[in-house]
Nanobody, 125 residues
């Protein structure tokens, strides 16, 4: 069983930066594909960024590409999301998610077996 716990969410202003962390309780962390999703009030949960087994494969939603950066530290069993140039549209609950069994990096929400409880990010204008 994999447990994921996000941290780092808070209220910031437009243009600020913020770094989210997601700590995983799992023995074979390096075998998991990891991703960040977000869900704004009244909207569907959407893919934000993903990172593959070896940390080389990365994928970003068009809305955050160039502003957000995903990374992983397998020794610390933690995945990070660095968010820069934040805008009010980035306001959402941010979720960490993971799956194993394939090195292919997917955006499809239903493929992610494990989820954290989420952390709130609010960007004020």
């Amino acid at each position: 069983q994999v447990q994921l716990v996000e941290s780092g969410g808070r209220m910031v202003q437009t243009g600020d930066s913020l770094k989210l962390s997601c700590a995983a309780s799992v023995h074979t962390f390096s075998d998991y594909t990891l991703a960040w999703f977000r869900q704004a009030p009244g909207k569907e949960r959407e893919f934000v960024a993903g990172i593959g087994w070896n940390g080389v494969a990365k994928d970003y939603a068009a809305s955050v590409k160039g502003r957000f950066r995903i990374s992983r530290d397998d020794a610390k069993t933690t995945v990070y999301l660095e968010m820069n140039s934040l805008i009010p549209e980035d306001t959402a609950v941010y979720y960490c998610a993971a799956y194993d069994g394939t090195p292919v990096l997917y955006r499809t929400r239903s493929l992610y077996k494990y989820w954290g409880p989420g952390t709130q990010v609010t960007v004020s204008s």
